[in-house]
């Protein structure tokens, strides 16, 4: 029965981790609510699960496996309060390979979905390898999937989705609605004039021009070309009548290495091969609601452009320091590469301009992106600056936004007061503030900060971004991220960036309710509400919160996180028959196995534990704790509590005279440390007398007791057996009986 939580974004950017268990086959959603955060879902073993559609703020998906999942939280901008909600689907038609829904070619399938059963079909459908297939659907806001025979996604796209078959076999035809939705699915076969593989893959010659129809909408088309390392390659789209296109580019392994822009009627797309082989060209056109069927005629063209710079290590173009570079870029998604000789420890500044837009990145002599904008964003205006840790060959890679345009691009070197790189002299105290100036437009300094595991902490209002100590980005890019809660403590970086002046940054810790990591505290619990009677309740593996009410209720907790909370009456929690020992300690609620919590007890005065060695603490209530068997620990609260052992070496620690400690018949070596003046009950051989208790007596019993004083005045007392008792700092009174004694 998976559950709710509360929580709330302390700072922008914060993000909170919730566990919650799911069983293999049940369908789910998890819910934020209206513009409520944006949900993240985690497989048990850490693998972010990818939903084919749906919002930012809810995932409607069908458990793979049973266990416990991670739900993320983040926060979309401000702080705020928000609400998760993840509930049981009745999903007749489960979307997975459990479904029963089938699908033939030349069929159509009518349903309607509602919020209570999903928002997703599944159908089965069987395809043959090397014919092509158009899966469309009657809804303008549906989005069509396609899945392998074990549910693994192939492509999405929205109402109309063509595709290829590369094996003969059962595949899964996913449709996803708008709540309470009718929608028709239909499956066609296609006889397609090129494919969407290498094996049914057209040509296409430099310098040369080729043909096709797309059949319908969404389709694409392969065709195969042999290009030369270190020269630059424009392949462009033209078509009557068709919605918008766009040509990709595949290497001879499949691998996408390069993508027009989106959205454009006419496609086109420069590249520069970084090795001499086989590519593929894949033109494909997008949907048409009004016109599925398509037949849209287009002419894909090849062309070696004699001047362009490569966008990769091969370029010939170069920058100068201290001067100016000029270039042009031929067509939107243009890249050019300028290689230049930094100096290690250097500062440099890269002022870059163009009137349609451009974005830069510097790389070293690998190809490692060393520096960039955060974002990337495309700016008419941009200023990029680094300092250089290593001297050698770097290269300044500039990408146009949108058309073809001069660019401009000036190089500098410049003083910086703290570089942006793990060899800055910049620190920072957390708690602190440090202040710099910005020597240039772009500049970026970091500071070095110590950060401790597990806690959470607050940048300044002026933001910045956070490294690790290896100089990996941990800020998440986007909303403006002032949050961050490392793993691991150690030496951070923060950077700032600005324009030129003068400037201070600064980082406090803050109380945050969930961790953003694995060790997170957070679960999504299901409830279940008592009555004023007696009752029992026995935990699962789920995660639940269980509310006792007036009654004297019982508690059986399960393999899973439970809280109880008892309520009013008697209240009893039992461990019996655990397969470990635990830890309970009713003062604080907590229920723990070794530094592992397990469960949190709330309102209840009595314990039993396992047959293992258990430490049991009480309340401020009158408790009743039994130990069982092991070695046990029982700690007595301020109130008269009784005390039960067990077999085993037990120890006691009792606060007030009226406190009752019972134990059985050779049941082990026991001691009480009594913080009171105390009377060893039968079958306990030890009583301590507490430090800092002041002046007080203990009593033996019938068995050979050894009894200590403390650092007070005490009166101590044999009993009936062979006795030590030993005095302490103070001035004792030392009493034997029968039996042979020390004193």
């Given at each position: 029965m998976p559950g709710t939580v509360t929580g709330q974004f302390e700072v922008r950017g914060d993000s909170d981790f919730f566990r919650v268990r799911f069983e293999a086959g049940q369908t789910y959603q998890l819910s934020s609510g209206n513009n409520g955060p944006d949900l993240e879902l985690r497989l048990p073993d850490g693998t972010l699960f990818t939903v084919p559609a749906g919002y930012s703020n809810q995932i409607t998906f069908v458990a793979p496996v049973t266990g416990d999942y991670w739900v993320t939280a983040h926060d979309i901008g401000s702080s705020q309060t928000y609400t998760i909600n993840a509930v049981e689907v009745a999903d007749p038609t489960p979307a997975s390979i459990a479904t029963t829904l089938t699908l033939g070619v030349g069929e159509t399938r009518s349903a309607q979905t509602n919020f209570g059963q999903g928002r997703d079909d599944w159908y089965a459908v069987e395809l043959v390898a090397g014919q092509s297939y158009f899966l469309r659907s009657s809804g303008l806001t549906d989005t069509l999937y396609l899945t392998d025979s074990t549910g693994a996604l192939i492509t999405v796209q929205d109402d109309q989705l063509h595709f290829t078959a590369t094996v003969s076999g059962t595949y899964y035809a996913g449709i996803h609605t708008s709540d309470g939705s009718t929608y028709s699915l239909s499956l066609e076969t296609v006889a397609d004039d090129r494919g969407e593989s290498a094996a049914s893959a057209g040509t296409i010659a430099v310098a040369g021009t080729?043909?096709?129809?797309?059949?319908?909408?969404?389709?694409?088309?392969?065709?195969?070309?042999?290009?030369?390392?270190?020269?630059?390659?424009?392949?462009?789209?033209?078509a009557s009548g068709a919605p918008t296109s766009t040509i990709q580019i595949f290497n001879a392994a499949g691998g996408l290495v390069q993508a027009s822009p989106s959205g454009l009627p006419?496609?086109?797309?420069?590249?520069?091969?970084?090795?001499?082989?086989?590519?593929?060209?894949?033109?494909?056109?997008?949907?048409s609601y009004y016109?599925?069927?398509?037949?849209?005629?287009?002419?894909?063209?090849?062309?070696?452009?004699?001047?362009?710079?490569?966008?990769?290590?091969?370029?010939?173009?170069?920058?100068?320091?201290?001067?100016?570079?000029?270039?042009?870029?031929?067509?939107?998604?243009?890249?050019?590469?300028?290689?230049?000789?930094?100096?290690?420890?250097q500062a440099y500044s890269f002022a870059v301009n163009c009137e349609n837009?451009?974005?830069?990145?510097?790389?070293?002599?690998?190809?490692?992106?060393?520096?960039?904008?955060?974002?990337?964003?495309f700016q008419?205006?941009?200023?990029?600056?680094?300092?250089?840790?290593?001297?050698?060959?770097?290269?300044?890679?500039?990408?146009i936004g949108n058309g073809s345009a001069q660019y401009r691009v000036t190089t500098s070197t410049y003083t910086d007061d703290f570089s942006d790189n793990v060899n800055t002299t910049g620190v920072l105290t957390v708690g602190g503030t440090a202040s710099g100036t910005f020597e240039v437009t772009g500049d970026r300094d970091w500071f070095a900060v110590e950060l401790v595991g597990g806690r959470s902490y607050r940048l300044s209002d002026s933001g910045g971004l956070i490294y690790d100590s290896s100089g990996n980005l941990l800020s998440r890019l986007g909303w403006g991220d002032f949050h961050v809660s490392p793993s691991v403590s150690g030496t951070y970086y923060l950077e700032t960036s600005g324009s030129v002046g003068p400037y201070s940054v600064g980082i406090t810790q803050i109380n945050d309710d969930y961790r953003e990591d694995s060790l997170s505290t957070g679960y999504l619990r299901g409830i279940v509400n008592g009555t004023n009677g007696a009752e029992v309740f026995v935990g699962t593996e789920d995660h639940t919160e269980f509310r006792g009410q007036d009654g004297d209720d019982w508690f059986i907790p399960g393999l899973g996180n439970d809280r109880f909370l008892g309520g009013a009456g008697i209240d009893t929690v039992t461990y019996a028959g655990f397969g470990m020992g635990v830890t309970v300690n009713l003062a604080n609620s907590r229920v723990t196995v070794g530094d592992q919590q397990i469960g949190l007890v709330v309102q209840t005065e009595n314990v039993v534990g396992t047959d293992h060695d258990d430490m049991i603490i009480g309340s401020s209530a009158a408790n009743l704790l039994i130990g069982g068997d092991g070695n046990d620990t029982l700690i007595g609260g301020p109130n008269a509590d009784r005390l039960y052992g067990g077999a085993g070496n037990d120890t006691y620690h009792v606060e007030i005279i009226t406190d009752l400690v019972f134990e059985d018949v050779d049941g082990g070596t026991d001691t009480v440390n009594a913080f009171t003046s105390f009377y060893l009950y039968a079958n306990i051989e030890n009583l301590t007398l507490g430090e800092g208790l002041g002046d007080a007596f203990g009593v033996g019993n019938e068995l050979a007791n050894v009894i200590q004083g403390n650092e007070s005045s005490n009166l101590l007392i044999a009993g009936a057996g062979d006795d030590t008792v030993r005095g302490g700092a103070g001035v004792d009174s030392l009493f034997g009986e029968s039996g042979n004694d020390q004193l």
């Open positions: 080729a043909t096709g129809v797309w059949e319908t909408g969404r389709d694409a088309d392969w065709y195969a070309v042999t290009l030369t390392a270190g020269s630059s390659y424009q392949f462009s789209l033209t006419q496609g086109s797309v420069i590249f520069a091969p970084e090795t001499t082989g086989t590519y593929y060209v894949s033109a494909g056109t997008a949907s016109n599925p069927n398509g037949n849209w005629s287009y002419s894909l063209s090849a062309n070696l452009l004699a001047n362009d710079l490569a966008g990769n290590a091969l370029t010939t173009g170069t920058l100068t320091i201290g001067g100016v570079t000029t270039g042009r870029f031929e067509a939107r998604g243009d890249i050019d590469w300028l290689a230049v000789t930094l100096t290690a420890g837009g451009v974005r830069a990145f510097l790389y070293d002599s690998a190809g490692n992106i060393v520096s960039s904008l955060p974002g990337a964003n008419s205006n941009l200023y990029l600056t680094h300092t250089v840790s290593a001297g050698g060959v770097y290269y300044l890679g500039v990408e």
